[in-house]
């Protein structure tokens, strides 16, 4: 079972992850929780130093590292942990790219789709939970908890927009592996509707 967590910088994704997590492991399930961009020793060396604020990077060639350490993942993390029936869970994946790279960089959708089929080894997920938050919204919340802000973050209101968008159009192409959940609840309310929506994907899957 592949799980992954979308959204808009401070949507509260990465807490969500987090309380799912611990949540399932609490249930008796085997489960693996990772990242993008990171994910392996690989990916979280790369990571360090490609959102770092003060770094200039061409639109391509950020597009080419972030699939380089997806290639990795899915090799080292992913494909091997759904062989073994764990379920994954994984903040952020394939739909960032096409979000950020793809609206928020302008970087052409078929290339990135191509690229993605390379690397992906065909690997969709199961269920992709959006965390739909205003984009205002997510940067207060961001700024209370990490002052510092990453190269990402540091962008302008206008790109941010752009992903946001960009997210809730994928979400009403693909209503069935998307699950759009409403920010602006409390850290306990939303983690209980996701809750409910993955012990009832288990129970249909027979897991």
Do not use: W
């Amino acid at each position: 079972m592949f799980i992954t967590f979308e959204g808009i910088e401070g949507s509260g994704k990465t807490t969500q992850v987090a309380l799912l997590h611990d949540y399932l492991v609490k249930k008796g399930y085997s489960v693996i929780k990772t990242r993008e961009p990171g994910g392996t020793m690989f990916g979280e060396t790369l990571r360090k130093i490609f959102l770092e604020p003060k770094l200039h990077v061409f639109p391509l060639s950020e597009l080419l590292v972030f699939m380089a350490m997806r290639a990795q993942h899915v090799e080292e993390v992913i494909m091997p942990a759904l062989q073994d029936r764990k379920i994954v869970l994984c903040d952020r994946f394939v739909d960032a790219t096409y979000a950020y790279q793809g609206y928020g960089r302008g970087i052409d959708l078929g290339i990135i789709e191509t690229l993605n089929r390379l690397v992906t080894k065909g690997i969709r997920p199961n269920l992709t939970v959006l965390l739909d938050c205003n984009v205002d919204r997510g940067f207060r919340r961001k700024t209370v908890l990490s002052p510092s802000m990453d190269r990402f973050e540091k962008e302008a209101v206008t790109f941010h927009r752009k992903v946001k968008k960009a997210y809730v159009k994928f979400s009403k192409e693909d209503p069935k592996r998307f699950f759009v959940v409403d920010g602006r609840g409390s850290i306990e309310d939303i983690h209980e509707i996701i809750r409910e929506k993955v012990e009832k994907l288990l129970k249909n899957y027979g897991i």
